[in-house]
């Protein structure tokens, strides 16, 4: 079922202001990324709010040092919103592309850790459970 990109709007709206106070919330509690914290190992997009606060403060530098790829989520949403304006292929095509520039980034980010980018699984949660478990085990 085709939905108007009035709906569109509100969804994508309603959703970015949940997010967005999510992200505040998370960022002024220093509470850092919530899937860091239980794995350990930083998430693919980890660096997205410090990027948006650097382009806040119009350090456009320092957001893409941040997150390369912090320009890519609101091309997504106005390509959600223009989704049934744009033959499907094209529309998938460019999720597609989306995915890999992020599985790409990742990759790359992630052999080369930085101060904010974190690969320590043992200081996880689910590390440290796994840890304790195996003490009490053994």
Not at 21 to 28: S, T
Not at 49 to 62: I, P
Request: glycine letters at 8%.
């Amino acid at each position: 079922m085709k939905r108007s990109i009035r709906q569109q709007v509100s969804d994508v709206l309603k959703f970015g202001v949940a997010l967005g106070v999510y992200c505040a919330v998370m960022y002024l509690l220093h509470a850092g990324c919530p899937i860091q914290r239980l794995t350990g190992i930083s998430c693919p997009g980890c660096g997205m709010t410090r990027a948006y606060v650097a382009c806040l403060q119009l350090d456009f530098a320092l957001a893409f040092h941040y997150h390369p790829l912090f320009w890519l989520p609101p091309i997504g949403v106005l390509w959600y919103v223009l989704k049934y304006k744009m033959p499907r292929k094209v529309y998938e095509a460019g999720i597609v592309v989306a995915i890999f520039l992020f599985v790409i980034v990742y990759a790359y980010r992630i052999t080369r850790p930085s101060a904010f980018l974190i690969v320590n699984p043992k200081q996880g949660i689910i590390g440290r459970i796994v840890l304790g478990a195996k003490a009490m085990l053994f």
